[in-house]
C-alpha cells in the first residue's frame, strides 16, 4: 500500500510543480518509466478556466442553433487561434459549418464544428483526432429557478480537455498531424462527428482520442479513467502500457448494458474503421446530474478532470508519435 501511496504522489508532483517540469513516458522496448523534461505541464487553473467559461450560465446551454453555443464556438476559436493551431484541410477558418434538420425538427439549423490542426513532424500524413463535443441541452423555455443546461461535465470538461491537450502538444511535440474537434451537434444524435467523418479520408486517421464527462471520481476510484469500446481494438492496451508506472489506471467500460461506445462522437470515426474510443471518468449508473440542470462546474472535481487529461497526454503519447498504431475496429453489419 505505502508503495502505491508513493507513486500517486509523485504522480501528481510532477504535474503540480512550476519550473521546469518533468513528465513520466513509458519506454516501449524496456517497460520502465523514464523522466523526460518539459517545460510545460497541463495545470488545473487553466483547465479551469475553459470548464468555468464553456459553463456558464451566458452560453445558455450551448444548444445547437442558438446564441449560447455561438458564444461558446467563439471561445474555442479564440483559444485555438491563441495555441497557434492551423485550419482543417480546405477550410478558410476553424469553422467546419453546415446545416441539418434533427430528428422530429421542422426547422433547419445551422451550426459548425470547430476543428483546428497541428501538424505532425515525420508521419504528417497520418492523423489522429482528439475530440470532444461543445453542444449541450439548452435552456428550458418557462419555469422558475433554475433552466439552464449548463453541461459542465457534459461536455464542457471534455472540451476544457481538447484545449489542454492541444496547448500541451503544441509545447511537446507531434510527429503524427493531430486534429483538436469540438463537435457541434452531439446531443441531437452525433450529427456534428457524422458530418465532420464523411467528409475524411477514414485511411490516414490512425487513432481517435473522445473526452466524455470526465470530471466525476469513477467507481474504480482515484486515478482511474475508463474507456468505452476497450475490446474493439487494442487502443486501450496501448494506453494501458503507457500508464503503467505512473499511479493512474484505465480500465475497460463497466456499463455494457448503456451501450456507450455508440453513443459518443467516437461512434462516428469508429463505424468508418478508426480505432476511435470515449475516455470517461463519470460513474454514470448513479449520476444526478446527467441531462439535468444541476451539471454545473461546482459539482465536478477539478482534480479529476486534469489529472484526467494528463495521463490521456501520457497514454497517447506512443501513438501521437507513430511509435504504436492501434487495430483497426471491425464492426457487425447489424451495429
Known amino acids: 500500500m505505502k508503495k502505491i501511496v508513493s507513486i500517486l504522489v509523485a504522480f501528481t508532483a510532477i504535474f503540480s510543480c512550476t519550473g521546469q517540469k518533468q513528465i513520466p513516458r513509458i519506454n ?17 487553473t487553466t483547465v479551469r478556466r475553459h470548464l468555468y467559461t464553456l459553463a456558464s450560465d451566458e452560453m445558455e446551454g450551448r444548444k445547437s442553433g442558438t446564441e449560447g453555443i455561438e458564444k461558446a464556438a467563439k471561445y474555442i476559436e479564440s483559444e485555438f487561434k491563441r495555441i497557434g493551431l492551423t485550419t482543417f484541410e480546405g477550410l478558410e477558418t476553424y469553422r467546419q459549418t453546415f446545416s441539418f434538420k434533427p430528428r422530429g425538427g421542422q426547422k433547419e439549423i445551422t451550426s459548425a464544428n470547430i476543428l483546428g490542426v497541428l501538424e505532425g513532424k515525420s508521419k ?16 428550458e423555455k418557462e419555469g422558475v429557478g433554475d433552466r439552464i443546461y449548463n453541461g459542465a ?14 496547448s500541451y502538444f503544441m ?5 503524427r498531424t493531430i486534429v483538436f474537434a469540438a463537435f457541434t451537434a452531439e446531443e441531437m444524435g452525433l450529427i456534428g462527428s457524422s458530418y465532420f467523418g464523411k467528409g475524411i479520408e477514414a485511411s490516414k486517421f490512425v487513432a481517435g482520442i473522445n ?3 470526465i470530471g466525476k471520481t469513477p467507481g474504480f476510484g482515484a486515478n482511474t479513467a475508463w474507456l468505452t469500446g476497450f475490446e474493439r481494438s487494442d487502443f486501450g492496451k496501448i494506453i494501458q502500457k503507457n500508464l503503467k508506472g505512473t499511479g493512474y489506471q484505465l480500465f475497460p467500460d463497466p456499463y455494457k448494458k448503456f451501450n456507450l461506445f455508440f453513443r459518443s462522437d467516437n461512434a462516428s470515426l469508429a463505424r468508418l474503421g478508426v480505432p476511435s474510443h470515449t475516455f470517461s471518468t463519470t460513474p ?4 444526478l446530474d446527467y441531462h439535468q440542470v444541476s451539471d454545473a462546474p461546482e459539482t465536478l472535481n477539478m482534480t479529476v478532470i486534469t489529472q484526467t487529461i494528463q495521463a490521456v497526454a501520457i497514454g497517447t503519447e506512443s501513438i501521437i508519435n507513430g511509435k504504436d498504431t492501434p487495430t483497426r475496429v471491425v464492426l457487425k453489419s447489424t451495429e
Do not use: C, R
Open 211 to 213: 473526452l466524455e464527462m
Open 28 to 44: 516501449s522496448e524496456t517497460k520502465n518509466t523514464q523522466i523526460l523534461e518539459s517545460t510545460f505541464f497541463i495545470d488545473s
Open 171 to 175: 509545447k511537446v511535440g507531434n510527429e
Open 153 to 166: 461535465n457534459d461536455d464542457a470538461s471534455g472540451v476544457a480537455g481538447v484545449l489542454a491537450l492541444a
Open 284 to 287: 454514470i449508473d448513479v449520476d
Open 124 to 139: 504528417k500524413e497520418e492523423y489522429v483526432i482528439i475530440s470532444a463535443h461543445y453542444d449541450h441541452l439548452g435552456m
